[in-house]
């Protein structure tokens, strides 16, 4: 039953082209396009097909060119920008390797970490004699003095 279903349009091909063909009858190809072009587009009827095939080129390389042109400039200012980048790295790099020779230096070196100590801690040592300084501003921030022996 499913085979004699499928088939059905296989066998019936030939009858449904020959009712398609009665009832849609055959024009030339240039009466066809006089019916589909109105009266007042006649006079594109006497340009030249190369004529038109010209414009259509014309065209292409107008998108194309600008395209390329497009193209270039963003690729000159992803250029710049990875300069920039490229530049800023390199300072930031920089940066990082004095920073750490500081921090180095801060850890090892025992003048540095003394002058750390008593700059930002107020450390003194024990035979240092400590005198404080009151300050002329209205604020009452007592600032230390040490003298070492």
Partial sequence: ???SGNTYWLSNRQVTQAVAAQVVPTLPVRELSREL???T???LRSIPSWMF???ILLATLAICSTVIVRSRAEL???ALEYRRMSSEIASMRRSNTALQVEIRRM???PITIEAAARERLGMVRPNDIVVPIESLGRVSNFGTLSFVR
């Fill in 1 to 3: 039953m499913n085979s």
């Fill in 37 to 39: 072009l109105p009266a």
């Fill in 41 to 43: 587009l006649c006079w």
């Fill in 53 to 55: 095939l010209a414009m």
């Fill in 76 to 78: 000159k200012v992803s």
């Fill in 107 to 109: 850890a090892t070196d």
